[in-house]
Each structure stands twice: as C-alpha cells, then as structure tokens.
C-alpha cells in the first residue's frame, strides 16, 4: 500500500506509540482524582501542555486541550461571538474555510450575527485589500485559515494578524493542517485564537487543542466538569494528549528537516504529472504551499473514477477534504478559485509524509498516467474535445 492522503489522517509515529502506551493499561488514573496515582498522569498531561505551546511560541497556560479540529474551530467562533457580542455582531472570514467552520459561521448567522466571507485569488490567497474593507466598527472577529485543507496554499497569517491586531478585533485561525508543518509563532503573527489537531501530525486522533491568548475573554464550550481550567469539560483523554504532545516535540525538532525533504518530493511530483499528463493543472500556489500537498485537476474524468481506480493499484489519495468525501458536489475551494464544475469534478489530492519515498511517487505517477489515459478512452467528451483538436490542426 502506497498511503497519499496525509492531509486526512496520518498514521501514529513509532516514538508517539512509545510514549502514549503507558497511558493505556499501566498509568491508566483518571488526572482529576487526588490520589497520586492520578498525579502521574496529570503530570503527563502538563507536560504535553508545554510541548504544545512551545511549538507556537506560546504559554503553557494559554492551551486547553480538546476533542480535535473541528471541536476547536466551533469553540473558538461560538464563544468569541458570545463573549463579544456587546460590541458588534459582524464576524469576517474566506470562501475556503474548512466547514468546521463555514457551518459554524452559518450558524451564527441564524442567531442574528452577520458574516462577510472574503473571496481569493485564483491561488486561493485571501484578498487582503477586500478584507480590510471590510472591517467594520461592530466586527468583532476574524477567522482565516494558516493553511487550505485541500489545495495547500498558504495564508498571508501574520499580515492578517496585523490588521486584525490595528483594527482591535480577536483573530482566529484554524491551523489545523499547517501546526507542525511550517513555522508558527502566535506572538509574531498576532494571533488571538488557534485551533490544531494531533492526528494531523503523527499522534492519535481524538486530541485537539485551542490556544487562547491570556488577555481573551470567552467562555466555556462543554460544560459539566472543572477540566481545562473550567473551560472544557470532560475526562482527559491522556493517551491521545500525551500523544499530541509527543508529536509536537517531535515536529519542533524535525520540522525544518522534514519539511526539505517533503518539499523536494512534493515539486518532483508536481513536474511528473504536468509534464507527462496532459490536459493536467495544479491547483493552489505553486511555491507558497504546505510541504506535502499536491493537488491536481484532470479535465474529462471524474475524480471519484480516479481514486476508485488508484485504490485498485493499491495508492490511498483524497479528492480534497476528508471531511466531505461523502459528497457529489465539487469543492468549494476549487470553484472559489474560478474552476467550472466540469473541471473541479476531476480533482485528486495527492499528500506526503515524511515517510514517502521517490519510489513511491515514481510508481503512483506511472499508474496515474495509465488510469488516466484509461478513463478519458471511456469519456465521450474527450473524444469530442480530441476531433475539435484535430480539426484545428
């Protein structure tokens, strides 16, 4: 098996499976009891909270320990919006969000906020000017994401953060996809709110976590217990946090060296397929893009055929969000960059891990092009397309 679909889940690290196995059947106590067997495992647990915070230059103190992304991401808006609501109800973010948090903003909408959703460049770069006008006296938040889930392009974060930081209004970004993977300092880039998730990054799923710097006031989301400072009830989950924070130790100390060598594979893949591909396009900007991601466009064919057929070959890939695999419709990032349905239908998203090796992409690419050329035979749109072509000629 050939794993391609990182951006989705990745497996557990052998250095994370070591450190959370304890946690599992020897130093299993619940943290919040008083006796010391429990302090062992709270101890783990603060230890995690600094490895976490460490990685984005923040505050042990500033990070609550939660359920994963999308929990994170519907925290931090509902419960800014609520603690802020006072001074304003407008809320701005992107068209390419991921839907944790579209959904979340639609809600709110539904309570009587009002949400301006900013439009990208065909790289699917947030619009900085369009942004900027529309900060208004009752905006109370901003929320764009560091990285794109699909495309990997990477946001403008810390111009974001200073406009958002001049402007006084909370900024929120979901980092899922890009902690741990690329450099992050919340101080730096003005970040108020930050939502990160560990099974993106070599730790098990089931543990996120939000940064929430000191001077923010929101509230609590689940409520029920005094974990996480009162702020997120709820049994620890110790084996994943304690797994999270193993990650981020370990991301912290390979990140540059990973990243070089994601990066190296990740433009040898991007050269193979649009030179020896046809009718083939890259989505997302070319350089400014998270280090394992490729993500493609294949006109006359359908990206659900593709990976049917990938899978068959014994390649794991994604046409985008994991979270929306179930869905016919094209993406909505790819449509948000100008794509027509007709081309945003064949869609493939190809992501690394530092474990990929050249004579995997080699073989992917290869079994790529044959799938490819095998599914336009069968479309009778190629055909028309090839005798227009010909036709020209």
Not at 252 to 274: C, F, G, H, S, T
Request: proline share 3%; with cysteine; glycine share 8%.
């Amino acid at each position: 098996m050939i794993y391609l679909d990182n951006a989705a889940t990745t497996k557990v690290s052998e250095e994370v499976f070591a450190a959370i196995k304890p946690f599992f059947c020897e130093q299993y106590a619940n943290p919040s009891a008083i006796y010391s067997f429990a302090g062992k495992s709270m101890k783990a647990v603060d230890e995690a909270r600094h490895q976490t915070a460490d990685l984005i230059g923040a505050d042990a103190k500033e990070i609550y320990f939660t359920a994963g992304g999308s929990e994170t991401d519907n925290w931090a808006i509902k419960a800014a919006a609520e603690a802020y609501q006072n001074k304003g109800k407008h809320i701005i973010t992107s068209v390419i969000e991921h839907h944790a948090v579209l959904h979340t903003c639609q809600y709110l909408e539904k309570q009587g906020f009002e949400v301006t959703y900013i439009q990208v460049d065909e790289y699917g770069r947030v619009k900085l000017d369009e942004l900027e006008q529309a900060i208004r006296p009752d905006t109370i938040l901003i929320s764009i994401m560091a990285a794109n889930n699909e495309i990997g392009t990477i946001q403008p974060i810390q111009e974001i953060g200073a406009l958002a930081r001049k402007h006084g209004i909370l900024f929120h970004t979901d980092a899922v996809q890009a902690y741990g993977h690329i450099p992050m300092n919340v101080d730096e880039m003005n970040i108020d709110l930050l939502s990160a998730s560990g099974h993106k990054l070599y730790a098990p799923k089931g543990a996120g976590l939000l940064y929430i710097r000191k001077n923010v006031r929101i509230g609590a989301y689940l409520h029920g217990g005094a974990q996480e400072r009162g702020r997120r009830a709820g049994t620890h989950n110790t084996p994943g946090i304690v797994g999270f924070g193993a990650a981020a130790k370990a991301a912290a100390e390979k990140m540059a060296e990973n990243a070089e060598k994601e990066i190296a594979l990740r433009d040898y893949l991007i050269q193979r397929v649009l030179k020896e591909i046809p009718y083939s396009r890259l989505n997302g900007d070319a350089v400014n893009r998270l280090p394992g991601n490729a993500h493609f466009c294949f006109r006359f064919i359908e990206g659900e055929s593709l990976l049917i057929l990938l899978d068959q070959k014994g390649i794991c890939a994604s046409s985008g969000s994991a979270c929306t695999s179930g869905s016919l419709d094209p993406s909505h990032v790819l449509l948000a960059i100008g794509l027509p349905h007709e081309i945003a239908h064949g869609s493939l998203r190809l992501t690394l891990s530092a474990e990929t090796t050249k004579e995997e992409i080699d073989f992917t690419v290869e079994q790529l092009k044959e799938i490819v050329k095998k599914l336009r035979d069968m479309s009778p749109l190629y055909e028309d397309f090839v005798k227009q072509e010909q036709k020209v000629l």
